[in-house]
């Protein structure tokens, strides 16, 4: 299913501390035809990333060393609510779910994950 003409130019970051998962997401985020991709292996940047450049979405791998995406959602919240960003939160860990929802995700992908569910959950939250 193809992303609506209107949001293919959603600023969305990527944060995920494997190279080769960023590398994997932002293709097929490409593919899907969004426009506007970045992404990092820093989670420690996100907040000031979202300052800058105002995401409308974050796809945030729960499992990272320096700073777990529990850490950065917490970052989040510290922002203005009209700054903040809808999350998609990912991770191999169900029972992860309930907390990352409680700490600001807006939803929750289960790994491993079909790279359409990705898309479609996206432009779901886009909408």
């Known amino acids: 299913m193809a992303p609506s003409n209107d949001r293919l130019d959603a600023r969305i970051l990527i944060v995920d501390d494997q190279p080769a998962n960023v590398r994997l997401l932002e293709h097929t985020l490409r593919r899907a035809g969004y426009v506007a991709v970045m992404s990092t292996t820093e989670p420690r940047d996100v907040a000031a990333l979202q300052l800058q450049h105002g995401y409308d979405l974050i796809v945030l791998d729960l499992q990272m060393p320096q700073m777990n995406g529990l850490e950065v959602l917490a970052q ?11 999350v998609l939160v990912m991770s191999a860990d169900s029972a992860q779910k309930a907390a990352a929802l409680a700490a600001g995700a807006t939803s929750f992908l289960g790994k491993p994950f079909k790279l359409e569910d990705v898309v479609a959950q996206l432009q779901v939250m886009l909408q």
Do not use: V
């Open 76 to 86: 989040l919240q510290k922002i203005g609510e009209a700054e903040r960003p809808a």
